[in-house]
């Protein structure tokens, strides 16, 4: 099967999206529901649009485009995300958002009458409000109204305060008519480059379980304060960090992983000594048993850390998902389509979280990896080939088309 409209497509909209959130040494920041994810999602719709799609927006801010007449069920729904972690790179969720456009004009021309359509969902990182899937769990009915109501963005303004400020409301209605649910993602580790293989079909997807921890010992002078009387919160942080990064190393062969990935430290200057630091702790995994104990670890060692300093500590999950085994009729059939589409393929779990986390429950959901350079992702230097999106295309073709 020859592509005809894919490579244009996506070199024009890679370069239309380019400018948006653009950071001076290269990478972009396009947090949600900024101004930057609000561009990527005007311009996609703009896009869509002009390619003779009907775009519309959902009331949480996702936007669609389809081919297909309102009302239609039973379609399948290519997903993915605009918004990106800072200093991130620009192929992490727009080359799914991307792929999906164009599936959507190769299956138009080919005149193939499947009901296709592709979603670009709001807030998938977490990076904003240390909540992820935010879009996409809000019309699955997958995100707890009191993780909703809880979260805040970097600066402290609730999430529920930028819905409203964009004319969105939380209770959004379900998603309806969607038969299928799958995305095309970079893969973010280097599994398939350092393995030469060309697709990777996703079986599971590990689940975050994300937690906020405030430690409060007690500024002082740090020229004046002896130091047995010191309560020092940072230093009390740097025990949890490593004592994080250890459970992790300790539960790396069940693929667990565990990381703190943002310090907050105050007053933060050279002449006092820390009096409270908050640490964002990120904790994934594919098996629950190993998750329970990377927790247990976690927990056990932040409260003796704690008792022996003298710190005072409040542990809160900001965020806790479960892993995600994926549709095993849909694995076998994206493997016979990547086998057809004569490219070289592999089962592999997803480290990463993904938007397809809030569909798994609701209809068959699978997901397509492609390689991304030395597995480089959350990074400004994260790169892939238009040519490997091509790939990706190609496999969602031949299953969509029925060639598989
Ligand atoms: O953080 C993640 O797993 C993904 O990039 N949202
Ligand atoms: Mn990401
Ligand atoms: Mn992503």
Partial sequence: MKLTVTEKLLTEMFARFAPIGALPGGGVTRLAYTEQEDAMHECFRDAARALGFRVW?????????AAFPEGTQGYTLLGSHLDSVIEGGEYDGVAGVLAGLAVLCELRARKNPLPVAVAAFRCEESSNFRVCTVGSGLVTGTLEDDVLRAASDRQGVPLLAHLRAHGYEKDAALLRGCARYLELHIEQGRVLQERGCEIGVVSAIAAPHRYVLRLNGMAEHSGATPMPLRRDSLCAAAEVILAVERAGQEEAANDSVATVGAVENRPNVMNAVPGTTT??????????????RLEQAVTRRVEEICARRG???????????????????????????????????????????HDAMSFAELCPTGMVFI?????????????????QIENGVLVLLHLLSGEA
């Fill in 57 to 65: 927006t959902d009331c949480v801010g996702n936007s669609y485009a």
């Fill in 279 to 292: 640490l964002q702790i990120d904790l994934r995994g594919i098996r629950e048993d190993s998750l329970r």
């Fill in 311 to 353: 710190i005072d500590y409040a542990l809160k999950a900001a965020d806790i998902k479960h892993p995600v085994q994926l549709d095993e009729a849909l694995q076998r059939a994206l493997c016979a389509a990547a086998e057809t589409a004569g490219l070289s393929h592999m089962v592999m779990p997803s480290g990463a979280g």
């Fill in 371 to 387: 390689p991304c350079r030395d597995g480089v992702s959350h990074n400004i230097r994260e790169h892939t080939e238009l040519s």
